[in-house]
T-cell receptor, first 112, second 115 residues
Framework: DAKTTQPNSMESNEEEPVHLPCNHS???????IHWYRQLPSQGPEYVIH???SNVNNRMASLAIAEDRKSSTLILHRATLRDAAVYYC?????????????FGSGTQLTVLP | GAGVSQSPSNKVTEKGKDVELRCDPI?????LYWYRQSLGQGLEFLIY????????KSGLPSDRFSAERTGGSVSTLTIQRTQQEDSAVYLC?????????????FGPGTRLTVL
């Protein structure tokens, strides 16, 4: 399965935008890029996913590089509630497509 | 609507005892997954159920672990002869289908402590 690389940790100030990067240089043409996050003492929750085009939803935006070897999750105005571990996950039609393969993620700290 | 629920929320057991962990998925979801998260570790896939198909057990760490899903709904994860290394948070997730764009919805988890 294609791997993802994320920074271990990032900090942001409250009410400022946050850009969380993910590298996936071995991504295949059919792999979707998914983001989940895990708030303290909770199960993971879905954030967003995309294939080639940038995506927006009520929680965040996903910017995908033209060559698809990297992507960035954008939180437009970070709140204290956004402090969580953010996971960038590839899901494709080959290999173990059904289950989610979590890496170590990025621990986001939001400063008041 | 109701999300994924798990019970118990916490379980403390003695080494060597058997434990059962329960997962109630979202109604109508055909796919159900079990994961575990050990202290300071990432989430590790255990087992996957999809409809009436045979489960994918490829993530189970040993034959002491088993799971069943009755009537395509509730699932039980059983750990026999628990060991201290089994201590972890066990998470259940369900999704409408098993496609690559199907969102997985996670329960709050069961924290298992083996003394």
């Amino acid at each position: 399965d294609a791997k993802t690389t994320q920074p271990n940790s990032m900090e942001s100030n409250e009410e400022e935008p946050v850009h969380l990067p993910c590298n996936h240089s071995t991504i295949s043409g059919t792999d979707y890029i998914h983001w989940y996050r895990q708030l303290p003492s909770q199960g993971p929750e879905y954030v967003i996913h995309g294939l080639t085009s940038n995506v927006n939803n009520r929680m965040a935006s996903l910017a995908i590089a033209e060559d698809r070897k990297s992507s960035t999750l954008i939180l437009h105005r970070a709140t204290l509630r956004d402090a969580a571990v953010y996971y960038c996950i590839l899901r494709g039609f080959s290999g173990s497509a059904r289950q989610l393969t979590f890496g170590s993620g990025t621990q986001l700290t939001v400063l008041p | 609507g109701a999300g994924v629920s798990q019970s118990p929320s916490n379980k403390v057991t003695e080494k060597g005892k058997d434990v059962e962990l329960r997962c109630d998925p979202i109604s109508g979801h055909t796919a159900l997954y079990w994961y575990r998260q050990s202290l300071g570790q990432g989430l590790e896939f255990l087992i996957y159920f999809q409809g009436n198909s045979a489960p994918d057990k490829s993530g189970l760490p040993s034959d002491r672990f088993s799971a069943e899903r009755t009537g395509g709904s509730v699932s039980t994860l059983t750990i026999q002869r628990t060991q201290q290394e089994d201590s972890a948070v066990y998470l259940c997730a369900s999704s409408l289908g098993a496609g690559v764009t199907d969102t997985q919805y996670f329960g709050p988890g069961t924290r298992l402590t083996v003394l």
